[in-house]
């Protein structure tokens, strides 16, 4: 076992807590829960199963994460930031034993594949795997103190990447699932405004390769037309990519994130271009006064 902390911050996470701090326990010498007051048993669970449990009121992911790292007494040279709905493979534990006594004194963090189950299944086809920065050096990192689409960056080194996955694998129902990405296109509708209106033309961020990608096909993908987008994202992962060859999951999936989910964002950014009367302007304006940090 490596010289690393388990960070994963929680609010209501019963059904995940578990599974997440044993698995947790394979790889890290101390899990460390940060929780936003839940009101399940998330806390006494992580505390019965020996974490080290804090609380702080949540404001935002930037500042909840931040606010972790600062005021959360970490012992180990390493971290690893781990959603309560995700797990390390063992294959991707047994790399990290194996490549961190060998790391470069200029290597401060690493990214890893994030594969994705939905309604249990695995989603193998129509999606590229996210490489997440998710390991880090004590004090080489922090996540950009922004509401939305914020990302962790190290403050200075170099970035290495590990070629095995860890999973996102939500257990909650589809009714909660929704309700959630309903949220979720609230923030990504300011987001994508936010890029539209130049917001965030001084954010360069050191977050690895695949990052820097993601954000330059998001610059693309503001400039193709409102719900036009959507469309074709959904027909170019299901049809084009192969989503359809993951049965029922797969095509729930790729309609609901791929198509659903972005024509409502788009519907959110439809809504406040309307209000504004499409002036950009007015829109900036709004954008700043309650977004912009």
């Known amino acids: 076992m490596q010289d690393i902390s388990a960070f994963i911050i929680t609010y209501n996470e019963e059904i995940h807590i578990e599974r997440a701090i044993k698995n947790a326990q394979k790889y890290a010498k101390e899990v460390y829960v940060l929780d936003s007051y839940s009101t399940d048993r998330t806390v006494e669970i992580a505390r019965e199963l020996g974490a080290n449990v804090y609380q702080h009121e949540f404001k935002y992911h930037a500042d909840q994460l931040n606010w972790g790292l600062k005021n959360i007494p970490f012992k180990t040279e390493w971290i690893w930031r781990q959603d309560a709905d995700e797990y390390l493979t063992d294959e991707l534990i047994e790399e990290i034993n194996n490549t961190l006594p060998n790391t470069p004194s200029n290597v401060n963090a690493y990214t890893a594949p994030c594969l994705r189950k939905f309604l249990g299944r695995y989603i193998k086809h129509g999606i590229i795997p996210l490489i997440l920065l998710r390991l880090f050096r004590k004090g080489h990192a922090q996540w950009e103190d922004k509401k939305m689409d914020e990302h962790i960056y190290v403050t200075d080194g170099e970035i290495g990447n590990l070629k095995n996955a860890f999973f996102d694998d939500n257990l909650n129902s589809l009714t909660w699932w929704t309700e959630k990405h309903n949220r979720y296109a609230s923030k990504e509708a300011i987001d994508l405004l936010m890029t539209e209106y130049g917001l965030y033309e001084n954010t360069?961020?050191?977050?690895?390769?695949?990052?820097?990608?993601?954000?330059?096909?998001?610059?693309?993908?503001?400039?193709?037309?409102?719900?036009?987008?959507?469309f074709a994202f959904f027909v170019l992962r299901y049809f084009f990519k192969l989503g359809f060859l993951d049965g029922k999951e797969g095509f729930l999936w790729h309609f609901l994130q791929g198509w659903w989910y972005r024509t409502l964002a788009d519907a959110k950014v439809y809504e406040i271009k309307k209000r504004f009367n499409h002036n950009p302007e007015k829109i900036k304006q709004f954008l700043i006064e309650n977004y912009k940090l």
Do not use: C, D, Q, T
């Open 204 to 230: 360069v961020v050191n977050s690895g390769e695949h990052s820097a990608a993601v954000r330059k096909k998001k610059l693309k993908y503001i400039k193709m037309p409102l719900f036009w987008r959507a």
